[in-house]
Every structure is written in structure tokens, then in C-alpha cells.
């Protein structure tokens, strides 16, 4: 089957403005001046990314839109809490895919796309991914006991998790 | 190579697992869990190992505005995405891109339309393949080819010839009775007459036996002379455009009515080609036009210079000049003095721009239509024709005039 393939950025930008602007929303509490600064300015320099391209202030708006969620998480752990955490999570994953295929500064030839895999195939590792972070926020909702045996495999989990990507790259 | 994405998600999740630990907060896990699982579920090892990339265009010669496909044939197991991005010469569109995939090769078509004469490099065609959830990326560059665009004729309609030709077969009915199909007269039987000539009409008409005659086909010589030592207008509709345009019409025209053309380019080095007929006559001075383009030295003289050969007598000289400086006009002189039928054809469409509020402006512009009007007078004087000509029109009525104006002492 014959498809026109032309990729208006513009649609890339929108998607990746909105997911920014929606994680950013999601996190932002009333009654913490520092959270609520931190979350404007990640959002401003969200929108300033995805406006002008520059890699650099790509990474530094996730950069920024990450510290947003994990200081309202850290601060507000009784409204922001691992529901809305992997919902604006997931917003994040959809920025960060935007990012990468909205068009640089400098690109002067228009880009084409010419192929993409299936639908499934590109959401179901994303969506597998949210479903384990959600799981993640149903077991650290749950009571526990502080014990040096739960924080030492809490640590193991997530150096062998970081062992695990490092290695696979 | 890794995208921004990959070191965005390893931030990402670095960030919240040292935040989760260093805050005793195991919620903040969840910021780190997708990212974790993306990274984990995407190992280098599982990227496509390789990839076939074949690209061509339909043609690679072709006149201006003519559609070319390229045609673009990606072969690649296991990518998310195949993206390409095609840079093309200046005066060259690319539009329409579509593409189909069957099995792991895509197959993408582009049209892509010169609109000005020359030599360019089409391509490179960068393709950048997207592989382990666009945490991974190649890049390659894919030479696509050059690509010569003749310039477009269509200056003139059909030949005119003069009325007096050299004996030399061609196309052109001439005065001289000979063995062509165009009706020439009627004259009384003579013996050996052949029986399937006569005029019955005539010969029932005047009681006695007449014949047909029939005009002679000849063929002539046709020299263009290019003035391309001025570069005057906008790019697409410029003199030297203008100049080639004419140039390539004239040739296409008068070697379909198997006459000899030639061409001699003043301006910048002189050169030349001897008239000669045949499609390959047509090929050698498309080259040798679109060659003047690059010739900005100011060496070999002026027509003088130009050998008998190169200008043969009896020849007629179409002179296409934007008439801007004084080397065309020396030309015409010594192609005058010869006893050359010519044609000049003034190939300036606009005139220099001035600021309005600029009296100095305003006067060198009437200085210049005062030089422009000098010049024209001159050829007036000379007896030469002069056709103002933008592109649009035809040539075939100037070149009719200034051919039967020839007077019987310059021709040959």
C-alpha cells in the first residue's frame, strides 16, 4: 500500500509541548512556593525546548520536568502520590519521545518519513513500562516496616536494574 | 550510535532511583520504573545488523521542468523507523513523497522538477534508521547522481528559411526548380518530360501539353551567435536564460528541418561549433551553451577571430545579445560588413533599478535609454532587424523579416 509520508513537525512539537505541559500539571501542588517555582520554570523551559529544538535545552527541560516531579513527590507525598507519579510519569515518556522526533534548528531539508513499525509494537514496551511503574506505586503505597534486609534489597534491585540497561548499551 | 532519548531516560531513571534512595521514599521508584524497563528491553545486541539502500533517479538528463522520479529502496529488518531527508541544487523541487513497504523493504518515490538549465548534483540522500525504541540511530549519506537539465526551446514554432538557398539538400522549398513536393509552375511538354507530370487541366485550358514544376528543397546554414559576457535579471528569467532558451529553440527547430546550425559564444573565451545537422549537432550545442555559464575570463578575441568554417558564407546569423555592452555590436559590424543576413535579438527585459528619490538615479536611467536608443539606431542604420524578445513570443515572423529583407548583393 501507497501512503504519502510527509511528517509536519509541527504535530511532533504539539504532542511533546502538551505531554510537558501535562506532567508539569500534574505535580503542581498548591502551598509549596518551591515545588510550584520549580514546576513553572520546568514547564517554560519544556516549552522553550520544544519551540526552538537545541538538544541541549531538550535535556535540560527533562532534566528540569524530572526534578519537578520528584520534589513534588518528595515533598508532597499525600497529593501527588504514586497514581498521579506514573501518570506523569508516563507524560514524560511521550516528551521525551517527542523531543526526539520533533526537528532541530538547523535542519533545512525537510525530513521525511518514510516507514514506522506497527502501532503495537511502538506503544506496548512504553505502555509495559507504565504498567510496571504503576505496580512500583501499588507496593510502595502498601505499609512497611523498616528493616536494613528491605533497604538492602531495595538497593540491589535498582543497582542491578542500572547494571542490567548499562550493559545491554 | 545512541539518540538523546537514551541519555534522557538513563537521567531520567538515575535521577529517580538516587532520589527514591537518598529520600527513603520508595514512590519516587516510579518516575525511574518506565524508563528502567525501556532501557533494559532495548540492548544493543538486538539492533538490526545491517541494511541495503539502493537509489536512482528515472533519467539523469532531462530539459527544464521535465518530472523525474527518484526512487529510493530501503531494505531493513527490525526497524521503528526509516526517515530520509533529500537535498537538492538551487531551481530544483522535490514534491510528492510517498512510499509503500512490502516486508522489511520500503520503497519510497519522489518527483522532482528542475526549472533551470545547468549541471547539478543531485543528492546526497541522508537516511537516518531508528531501531531499539528509538534509543538507537545510523545515519548514511546516499549519493544520488548528477543530473544535466537542457534548457527548454520553444522559441520558434515551426522554420522559415530564405527565399534563396544554397544547393544543398534540405527541407526548404527554394525558387530553383528541382524534385521537391510544393507545386512551382507550369511550363509546355518537352520531350522526356515524365507523363505522370502533366497538367491536364492547364493543357486542356491552352490546347496544348504542359507539366508541373515542382520547387527544389534546399537546406542552409544557421549560425547563433550568444552574447553571454553580461549577466543581467532575475535568476530563471535572466538574459543568459533567455539567451540559451532561444538558442536550444532555434537549434531543435532548424536541425528537425535537417539544416546545419552552429553556434559561436562571445563573451568571456570564444568559442565555437562548425554548423553541422543531426540530433548529435543538438547534444554538442546544448553542452557547449550550458559550458558559458562558467566562463567568466575574457580571452580569444572577438568574431574576427572566428574561422571560415565556423561561419560559412551565406549562412544566416541569429545574434542574441542583451545589447549591454559594445562587443555585440563590433560584431555585428564585422558580420554586417560580410555581407551576413542577421538578426539581432535583444534578450533585456528589464531596466536597471534606481531609487525614486534618487535624481542621480533618474538620470543615469536616462542616460542609459539614451545609449539603449543609440545603439538601436546603429542597427537601424546597419539595415539589421532587432526583435526585443522576453520569452514568451515566437521568433519566426523577426526571423521571416530580417530573411527576406536580405538584399541580392549579401547573399551568397
Known sequence: MTAAVTRHPATARAVAGCAAAGACLLVLTPGQPAVAAVTVGAATVAAAAVAVGWRWLGSAATLLVTAALLLAGATAPDLVGPGRLTAASALLLVFVSGLDTAPGPRRTVRRDTLTTAPLPRRVGLPAVGVAAAACVGLVARQPATASAWLVLVGLVAAVAALLVSTRGH | ?412
Open chain 2, 1 to 412: 550510535m545512541p539518540t538523546p532519548r537514551l541519555w534522557r531516560l538513563a537521567l531520567v531513571a538515575a535521577l529517580a532511583v538516587g532520589a527514591a534512595v537518598v529520600t527513603a521514599r520508595g514512590g519516587l521508584a516510579v518516575v525511574a520504573a518506565a524508563p528502567l524497563v525501556l532501557l533494559a528491553a532495548s540492548p544493543r545486541t538486538a539492533l538490526p545488523g545491517a541494511a541495503s539502500v539502493a537509489c536512482r533517479l528515472d533519467q539523469y538528463r532531462c530539459v527544464e521542468d521535465d518530472e523525474l522520479e527518484l526512487v529510493v529502496e530501503v531494505t531493513v529488518a527490525g526497524a521503528d523507523r526509516v526517515e530520509a531527508a533529500l537535498s537538492l541544487p538551487t531551481h530544483t523541487t522535490a514534491t510528492g513523497a510517498r512510499s509503500s513497504t512490502v516486508g522489511p523493504t520500503t520503497t519510497a518515490h519522489w518527483t522532482v522538477v528542475p526549472s533551470r538549465w545547468g549541471r547539478y548534483v543531485v543528492g546526497p540522500l541522508r537516511l537516518r534508521v531508528v531501531a531499539g525504541h528509538g534509543l538507537y540511530a545510523a545515519t548514511v549519506d546516499v549519493p544520488v547522481g548528477e543530473l544535466v537539465v537542457y534548457p527548454a526551446g520553444g522559441a520558434l514554432a515551426r522554420p522559415v528559411a530564405p527565399r534563396e538557398l544554397p544547393a544543398r539538400l534540405g527541407e526548404h522549398a527554394s525558387r530553383a526548380v528541382g524534385s521537391g513536393v510544393e507545386f512551382g509552375g507550369v511550363r509546355p511538354y518537352a520531350p522526356g518530360d515524365r507523363r505522370r507530370d502533366i497538367d491536364w487541366r492547364t493543357s486542356a485550358r491552352q490546347q496544348r501539353l504542359f507539366v508541373r514544376q515542382y520547387a527544389a528543397e534546399r537546406g542552409f546554414d544557421l549560425v547563433t551567435v550568444l552574447d553571454v559576457g553580461v549577466d543581467a535579471g532575475p535568476p530563471g528569467r535572466s538574459t543568459l536564460d533567455l539567451t540559451v532558451r532561444a538558442a536550444t529553440g532555434l537549434t531543435q527547430t532548424y536541425l528537425a528541418a535537417h539544416d546545419r546550425v552552429g553556434v559561436v559564444s562571445l563573451g568571456g573565451s570564444l568559442r565555437w561549433l562548425t554548423p553541422a545537422t543531426g540530433g548529435r549537432q543538438l547534444y554538442r550545442i546544448c553542452e557547449s551553451v550550458m559550458e558559458v555559464r562558467l566562463d567568466d575570463s575574457e580571452v580569444g578575441g572577438g568574431i574576427d577571430r572566428v574561422p571560415p568554417v565556423a561561419l560559412p558564407s551565406g549562412a544566416f546569423v541569429c545574434v542574441l545579445s542583451p545589447l549591454l555592452d559594445d562587443r555585440a555590436l563590433e560584431a555585428v559590424r564585422d558580420l554586417r560588413a560580410r555581407g551576413f543576413g542577421i538578426l539581432v535579438v535583444d534578450v533585456l527585459t528589464e531596466e536597471p533599478e534606481v531609487p525614486h528619490r534618487s535624481g542621480l538615479g533618474r538620470l543615469a536611467l536616462r542616460v542609459w535609454r539614451m545609449e539603449r536608443d543609440a545603439v538601436r539606431a546603429e542597427l537601424a542604420g546597419l539595415g539589421v532587424p532587432l526583435l526585443q524578445w522576453d520569452g514568451s513570443g515566437d521568433l519566426g515572423a523577426a526571423l521571416l523579416h530580417a530573411m527576406r529583407a536580405l538584399r541580392p548583393e549579401v547573399r551568397a
